[in-house]
């Protein structure tokens, strides 16, 4: 193979999510470039794949690429993954894309498991379209302007948030947009996979009522949606 990039999909949770197609490109290229390569070496062990592993985060991004550019120029393909999902959604590998394409280097993404789409999927509100808007502000005051213009879109919209702040998320839902529905996806495709419905009021009592673990997605309805 030629001097190429592959952004390949990972398993979000459940191991027997990766591709075929996924095991057979992380098996062929020379580097492969991981987001914690102490995650990734646990998924390659797994499928006995032994790789040159070598990081690429946010820390290091632009170091990587410029590095990457002259293992390109060399002929080497490289894989690139995140710990779970597609790379550069929410996650390093977007600036190693662009630099990529604005090189005239070939980029094949190697699909897989998505958090935001199985999310969608399951909390059972409008499909399409639909918005994602990454990860909710940190801060309360963004949050909350967020929330608001999440129930007044034309769409469903998807966010990520942590485990230590979905709490203060449906607290400032409850102040904002109480009488929507949202949704909380919590560990997909994992065996605990969980997967509430309800107004913010609701979900809020339920996980105050118990700790909050596991990655997660929060799904809000639009107040427009039939």
Known sequence: MSGKLFVVATPIGNLEDITLRALRILKEVDIIAAEDTRHSLHLLQHFEIHKKLVSYHEFNEAKRTAEFQQDFAVGRTIALISDAGMPGISDPGERLIRSCVTQGIPVEVIPGASAVLQALVGAGFPMVPFHFGGFLPVKSVGRRKELVRAVERDCTSIYF??????????????????????????????????????????????????????????????????
């Open 161 to 226: 948030e942590s485990p230590h702040r979905l709490i203060r998320s449906l607290e400032d839902a409850v102040a904002e947009i109480a009488d929507c529905s949202v949704c909380v996806a919590r560990e997909l495709t994992k065996k605990f996979e969980e997967i509430k419905r309800g107004l913010p009021q609701e979900l809020l009592d339920y996980y105050r009522a118990q700790a909050v673990r596991g990655e997660i997605c929060l799904v809000i309805k639009s107040r427009n949606a039939k």
